[in-house]
């Protein structure tokens, strides 16, 4: 099978099941990605024994879609403080800005 190619994905998340179709080489990826969240499902299920599995799956769903909030934040001050650093290489790296600014120490 080609790394693109789709295969057809049966995942289970707090006793629903349902069908994806991912890529053959993302494969792992989609399995980590059902543990983690199968993980956190777990760990709320312990800790609030009485709620419903519905109110789990909202209360997980919920927590991922936060997390992914932050980092959308993150990856954004991080791509600003790349493009900063990128212009500033720049400048220093322009001989014409070093000459202009050696021209502006002699006068």
Known sequence: MNGSDLVEMTLNIGGESFKLKAEFNRQDAVREAEFAVRQYFNKLRRNWPDSSD?????????????????????????????????????????????????EGDNE
Do not use: V
């Open 54 to 102: 519905r109110k789990i799956l909202a209360m997980t769903a919920w927590q991922f879609a936060f997390w992914r909030q932050e980092d959308l934040k993150l990856q954004n001050q991080a791509q600003e403080l790349a493009q900063i650093c990128l212009d500033k290489i720049n400048e220093i790296s322009d001989p014409e800005s070093f000459n202009s600014e050696l």
